[in-house]
């Protein structure tokens, strides 16, 4: 998702580029036949297109994100630039249009019908909409395009019909942009089509494409009839054309590289989450043979005194703090359990650690074990107790890794962690959207961490989505004392805090590019000049 956010943000900037470069192509051409002729109601045309460019520049600066909508840099100023910039040059726009009287077919009568207060009385109904900055966007492109029109069908001056089609375009990409003000419904079909590069936002910055297209077509039409004009935007667009490509380059390799960071310090994060739970198994280990020592519980053993057996094992848990304490005899009959004293006389002899230890090995596992709403997971340690030389029976202690044990973690570190019984999510700091209930129960059914952690028992970090929110995540596998994987350990990092900090470096790129490229017309135009020059 991130590598896809970042290229369609590149996407915006270089299409609203594209779109204000051939914007000024246009004013350039009105420039270059104005100074010939120096007509004053032309000047109004004239800054209206030059400030519409300059809307679309920094209209490339206000990316988007998906999890929320920020504009880079200057933010709200960069944004009221921007209203205030198009409003403006739409408005000159349309004022130079009607200042400029219609040139009449000489084949079409217009008895008693005025044109010019027509076209007025239409201006005026698009400024008069009342829609408030960006809602009056589509109707000023509009009322441009259908001024335009208007002099291409009913007036002699054909050549304007592309122009006029562009503008409708724009017009169009302009009120699928109005889609931003429904992103806050709670209709979940309605904000997947409205979203941040949903498809509503391709289709605005597809009809800005096309609108280029046809009104860049329209513009070199004009520069091949003159050879300085067209040396200066030749020069422009290629400079253009090296920033958006530097720029689209430097910004994917910057992300990439943040990526590969945030992953690499998450896989760190896990293997120190893992020595925890390896530091933890040691506690619980050396937990075991101390009680396994204490002389209070050797003697009761050998007397199968139950009483104090239960009486020791209920205290030693206490004191030790663990979630249980269990006493069992040489056959593995349970003889005493500190966390429920009544439930005595079942056998464990089938218990993987407490085997081990009625082997006379002292051994920790991870341990997961069916519950009600999802599988358990434990960390346990069994000890032999010896007496006189010879094993006499076991002691088996552990803790149970919980809700409350990764809330410990990530007050630590701060980040995301879970713990997974085999594939089903046993404990996790993650919660929904009532900040209340944890994500418990729910399997991971990502095909690649599955085969990667679960199947082959090896560590995977890399881009997830979890409960429909991306997630840069760590993997690791943990195994039981056979040496079997039952389960997995989870560390992970919103991709959105991943974004917030390539932002503050996309800005900068961003808006040195942005300046670069318009003070670069400066010496295309004096180099433009001296060629031309040359030639003469």
Known sequence: MMINQFFLANVHFAVSFLVALVIFAIWWLYYDAWFKERQWKEVPRLIGLLLIAASYVLQARLVESVTVETALASGQITSWLLVITRLLGYGLLLTGLLAKPLQQAPTKKYAGFNERSDQKLSAVAAFGTGAPWGLAFPFLAGAVAWLYWRRATR???RHLKPIAIGFFIIAFADLAALARLLRNTSNVSIHQLVAPFGPLWLLEHAALLIAAVVLGRWVWRYLLKRFDSQIFIILTTTVLAVFMITTTVFTGLLLRSLQAEA???????????????????????SDAEVVAQNQQVQTAVVAEDIDELAKLAQSLLLTKQ?????????DGQVLA????????GDSLSEDPTVKRALNEEATSSVVVQDGPLSPRVTIQSATPIKHAGRTIGTVLTGTVVDNAFVDGLKRTTGLEAAIYGGNVLSATTLVAADNRSRWVGVTEEDPTVVA???????NYSGAVELFNTPYFAAYLPLKDVTGQTVGMLFVGRPQLTVLKTANRSVELTFFVAALLMVLSIIPSYLIARYISYQVR
Request: aromatic residues 4%; negative net charge.
């Open 337 to 344: 359990r500190g966390e429920d004293t009544e439930r005595i």
């Open 452 to 458: 990667q952690v679960l199947e082959q028992g090896n």
């Open 155 to 157: 007036g002699m001056e």
């Open 322 to 330: 663990r979630r249980f304490l269990v006493i069992t005899g040489i």
């Open 263 to 285: 992953l690499a310090r998450l896989d760190t994060d896990a293997k120190v989450l893992d020595y925890t739970l390896d530091s933890l198994k040691d506690a619980t280990l």
